[in-house]
């Protein structure tokens, strides 16, 4: 089963995030495709998302990532045969904590697609490895296949 990770960073914790995800689902068989700051066209077709985004300014998605998600909220095209799943990032700090990982779960229901599990929020103020915190929560996105 292939799952295709699509990272949308600021300052590159995201992307580790995603980069470490992949390492772990190669390791128990699955084929990945990894992508830091989708184009519509690359991945538009997968029917497996595992999205790992931060939280942006005040609250926006993270500029690699606004232009796939515009032209997915503009577009006419139905999503039914898409299941995903996220992980944020972001400082509790913020009244718009993960807001980027809420609007682009937003998105992709109303184009029809499936969320597969909980998403992981995870607060960059007291989790100390992001890594390994969403590695923990990897077995509940697998089960969830």
């Given at each position: 089963m292939k799952v295709c990770i699509i990272s949308g960073s600021t300052l590159g914790t995201a992307e580790y995030v995603a980069e470490h995800l992949a390492d772990s689902l190669k390791n128990q068989g699955f084929s990945t495709a990894l992508f830091?700051?989708?184009?519509?066209?690359?991945?538009?077709?997968e029917p497996l998302w595992l999205i790992v985004t931060s939280t942006h300014g005040?609250?926006?998605?993270?500029d690699n990532l606004r232009?796939?998600?515009?032209?997915?909220?503009?577009?006419?095209l139905a999503l039914p045969?898409?299941?995903?799943?996220?992980?944020g990032?972001?400082?509790?700090?913020?009244?718009?904590f993960c807001?980027?990982?809420?609007?682009?779960?937003?998105?992709l229901?109303?184009?029809?697609a499936v969320k597969l599990c909980e998403t992981l929020k995870i607060d960059v103020l007291n989790v100390d490895d992001p890594e390994s915190y969403s590695?923990?929560?990897l077995p509940l996105f697998i089960r969830s296949l």
């Open positions: 830091h700051g989708a184009q519509y066209d690359d991945v538009i077709s005040a609250g926006e998605i993270p232009s796939l998600f515009d032209q997915i909220s503009q577009s006419d045969y898409l299941r995903f799943a996220i992980v990032l972001g400082n509790s700090d913020y009244d718009t807001y980027a990982a809420n609007h682009i779960e937003k998105i229901e109303q184009k029809s590695e923990d929560w």
